[in-house]
């Protein structure tokens, strides 16, 4: 069982990368995605969830409007498309995995803290370097 993020990268102020997440070992469409940061010296964030079946998302105020989470589970792989990026987006990016059905995201901040155990799975993190 496994979940593998990717596509970081060192890119300018400005500047979009698409991040992916595959699983491996388990059937992704049972299971709510999120995707998380941590930047140095910083707490890790939530920031985007996607439901089971695509159909909820969920954005934290400092990325709505500049980033897009999206998936395909016939490729067992969901997608953050991120743009508009800024200095202050650097950071490494997790994708995690909640067996939360029906087509829901948590909307509570409280479930994308450091202090929630909703999250089952957790990929590697991949770095995203932004540059001024």
């Known amino acids: 069982v496994q979940l593998q993020a990717s596509g970081g990268g060192l890119v300018q102020a400005g500047g979009s990368l698409r991040l992916s997440c595959v699983a491996s070992g388990f059937t992704l469409d049972d299971y709510a995605v999120g995707w998380f940061r941590r930047a140095p010296g910083k707490e890790r964030e939530g920031f985007s969830c996607?439901?089971?079946?695509?159909?909820?998302?969920y954005y934290s105020d400092s990325v709505k409007g500049r980033f897009t989470i999206s998936r395909d589970n016939a490729k067992n792989t969901v997608y953050l498309q991120v743009n508009s990026l800024k200095v202050d987006d650097t950071a490494v990016y997790y994708c995690a995995a909640s067996p939360l059905g029906e087509d829901r995201c948590y909307s509570s901040s409280y479930y994308y803290s450091i202090r929630s155990t909703v999250w089952t799975y957790w990929g590697q993190g991949t770095q995203v370097t932004v540059s001024s």
């Open positions: 996607i439901s089971n079946g695509g159909g909820t998302t």
